[in-house]
């Protein structure tokens, strides 16, 4: 175990070195500037500005002064505004966290209790309500759900102000974000049930006198759930560094909108500060999932 989580770990950081590598080098080929404005400053200002933040220097350069601040804690600070990047990423990432940590437990608790069903009540009308719901959820991205939730219960019914960031406007996200993730497990859940109810260690079980609900429970379930693990770490990671529209969406200040308004303004440093940030959670997040694995089903080897 403690081999497989050395390995793992140098391996993500040569996986967030070269998402820091391609980040960095695809952002400064792209024509213009973070100190390009519609009312244009003297070429004086512009090569002041640049040479205060290296940007005068080759790109190579660049990378590797931004590497070596980077190694020693240092974000930065934001080219549109002087804020210190972890001031910004420091405000913004526990509102993202809350959202994406509610939606994720929507999802997961959701989703398992209706895949639950489903199996159970296979070929029965609970089962084609569940595929049905679930089938038409699948087919809806968040950003339409998002839509449709704000236009609805918004616009129409006017339960919820549009404009309202508070404790009133969490539930419209969390269950915008929570819909796709929630759809995938309830079916990789009924899949791997029906899997499981079938196998000879059930039918032991059952032949032993073993009650029902433990068989359901502690034997079907529990296997049933290794692949919703393999799953959940990644949505969890996905949810927390993809909830960007859902956000601008709901008009909710987390992280994800203000790595949209990063990259509209060309605001350099914060692209980078966040998209290092989101890479090392989401490596984080799958070296959890491969260890939760180990947990769960001791058979599993970590080589």
């Known amino acids: 175990m403690g081999k497989y989580v050395v390995k793992r770990v140098l391996l993500a950081i040569l996986t967030v070195i070269v998402i ?18 519609e009312k244009a400053s003297s070429p004086a200002v512009i090569a002041a500005l640049e040479a205060r933040y290296n940007l005068d220097k080759p790109v190579t350069q660049q990378y590797v002064l931004y590497m070596k601040n980077l190694m020693h804690g240092e974000f930065g600070v934001s080219l549109k505004n002087g804020r210190e990047i972890s001031a910004i990423i420091g405000e913004s990432f526990p509102i993202s966290a809350k959202l994406g940590l509610l939606a994720a437990a929507f999802a997961i608790v959701a989703g398992i209790v ?9 070929n029965r009308w609970p089962d084609r309500v569940i595929v049905f719901f679930i089938t038409l959820i699948t087919a809806m991205p968040s950003f339409v759900v998002a839509t449709l939730l704000l236009y609805f219960f918004c616009m129409k019914l ?10 009133n406007m969490t539930l419209l996200p969390v269950v915008a974000l929570s819909m796709s993730p929630m759809a995938y497990i309830t079916r990789l859940t009924k ?23 433990k068989v359901i429970f502690i034997h079907g379930l529990r296997n049933a759930l290794i692949p919703v693990i393999t799953y959940v770490g990644p949505m969890i990671a996905g949810i927390l560094t993809g909830s960007m ?33 989101l890479a090392v959670i989401m490596v984080i997040a799958n070296l959890i999932t491969d260890i939760i694995y180990k947990i769960v089903d001791p058979r599993i080897k970590l080589d």
């Open 114 to 122: 209706l895949g639950s069903t489903a199996a159970l009540m296979r």
């Open 191 to 213: 899949t791997s049930m029906l899997d499981a109810l079938g196998q000879d260690y059930i039918r032991t079980a059952k032949a032993k006198g073993v009650s029902q609900l």
């Open 158 to 167: 006017g339960w919820v102000s549009a404009f309202n960031a508070g404790s």
């Open 20 to 37: 820091s590598m391609i980040t960095f080098f695809a952002m400064n080929a792209i024509p213009g500037g973070p100190f390009n404005k």
């Open 245 to 277: 529209v859902v956000e601008s969406i709901f008009n909710i200040g987390g992280l994800g909108s203000k790595f949209v308004s990063a990259i509209t303004n060309r605001d350099y440093t914060l692209i980078m500060a966040t998209t290092i940030f």
